[in-house]
């Protein structure tokens, strides 16, 4: 059976990491086998249980196993072989030693380690849920672009076609400066694609979902809703928002008017994202340790955490007449805010500072995309 996928992120401070423990505790206490894993570089999650939690899966409780994933193990794991290639050939071309090192090691390969961890959990089926504590919004957003980011970076850099590589090496080899990559590298170059491709399947199921955290606050309550629009970009649905830190009805005097603005939020909150909303009261101590089993009671008040509470493909393939159209739900966001170029293959859509690179199927490969409209919160791009 497929395990159950379930990503948290949100503005820093919010408290995603006590709500996915939180989660994790319930699933685990439903008598699901649970795995908590932080992507985040600044672990907390052994803060947040008050247990020392390490780079491989440490057992915390009955059915409750917890991980704290490390880049340096993950990069001598994952890329050793690659890293070695890279590193000759920027000193084949008189780049000092330890720039070397550094340019051969791509954008984003921190995250992309997390993500070949899920991969790897994922397929042995061992857990019947995993739970993946993002870091804040912009590097959640950032990881969850790296295997669309990562297969560009691979067609480009590495697009060399074994055979023709075998027959050429040996004549280009001996009169040229750049060192040709060997066949283990380019093994491991396959290997590594292969799973790009996996990850970005698994994060696509309807089974993996990303769960916001958010506080009832004006600025929060914006970079939410620009990370709503971002991940609906990508393709990731999101089952429902977690309001974190609502202050109770019998607040001290001092904060009276916190309370009533937290109260409009709140109303603004409930109208403007179209998936269930789950609250949270502030509780008057830190949450860790033992009382995440009492918030984990609260927040899904008898629910089964693992249910997919919201499901709307947030990419759509539809046929009209003549016309082919891709919908992308696009809610809090303008015509202004978004700019589309179709080259080859590919379809670029720029939203705010996040860029899209779509692989497009034949079926629209083959066509002209002729316009683009909103329409009921939906950004709908017309293929001819």
């Excluded at 084949?92 to 340019?103: A, R, T």
């Excluded at 055979?163 to 280009?172: A, F, G, R, S």
């Excluded at 590298?185 to 199921?205: A, N, S």
């Excluded at 629009?229 to 089952?239: A, M």
């Amino acid at each position: 059976m497929e395990p159950r996928v379930l990503l948290f992120t949100g503005k820093g401070g919010v408290g995603k990491t006590t709500i996915a423990a939180a989660t994790a505790i319930k699933a685990a206490n439903l008598g699901y086998e649970t795995l908590i894993m932080s992507t985040d570089p600044a672990h907390s999650l052994s803060d947040s249980f008050q247990k020392k939690i390490g780079p491989e899966p440490t057992q915390l409780n009955k059915n409750l196993y917890a991980m704290e994933v490390n880049v340096e193990h993950e990069l001598k794991k994952h890329w050793e072989v690659i890293k070695n290639y890279l590193v000759l050939f920027f000193k084949s071309q008189g780049i000092d030693d330890i720039i070397s090192e550094e340019l051969a090691i791509f954008p984003g390969f921190d995250e992309f380690a997390s993500l070949l961890n899920l991969l790897n959990f994922y397929e042995n089926e061992k857990y019947d849920v995993i739970i993946l504590d993002c870091a804040p919004t912009g590097q959640t957003l950032r990881l969850l672009s790296v295997p669309e980011v990562a297969k560009w970076y691979m067609n480009r850099l590495f697009g060399i076609e074994r055979k023709v590589l075998k027959v050429v090496k040996p004549i280009v080899e001996p009169i040229v400066d750049v060192p040709l990559p060997t066949n283990e590298v380019l093994d491991k170059i396959q290997e590594l694609y292969i799973k790009i491709g996996k990850v970005k399947e698994i994060l696509e199921k309807d089974k993996s979902t990303v769960r916001l955290v958010m506080n009832p606050e004006r600025m929060v309550i914006k970079e939410s809703e620009r990370a709503f629009t971002y991940l609906n970009l990508f393709g990731y649905k999101i089952d429902c928002v977690i309001v974190n830190k609502i202050l109770p009805e019998n607040v001290d005097k001092y904060f009276s008017e916190w309370y009533n603005i937290q109260n409009k939020y709140l109303r603004e909150i409930r109208e403007r994202f179209p998936v269930p909303i789950f609250e949270v009261k502030l509780r008057s101590k830190e949450v860790v340790g033992n009382l995440l089993h009492e918030l984990a009671n609260e927040l899904y008040s008898g629910r089964d955490p693992t249910d997919v509470f919201y499901l709307e493909k947030p990419i759509n393939i539809l046929k009209r007449d003549d016309k082919i159209i891709m919908e992308i739900n696009t809610p809090f966001t303008v015509k202004e805010e978004i700019n589309l170029y179709k080259r080859g293959k590919e379809l670029i859509i720029i939203l705010g500072n996040w860029k899209r690179i779509v692989f497009l199927p034949e079926s629209l490969a083959l066509r002209d995309a002729v316009g683009a409209r909103f329409k009921n919160g939906k950004l709908e791009i017309i293929f001819s």
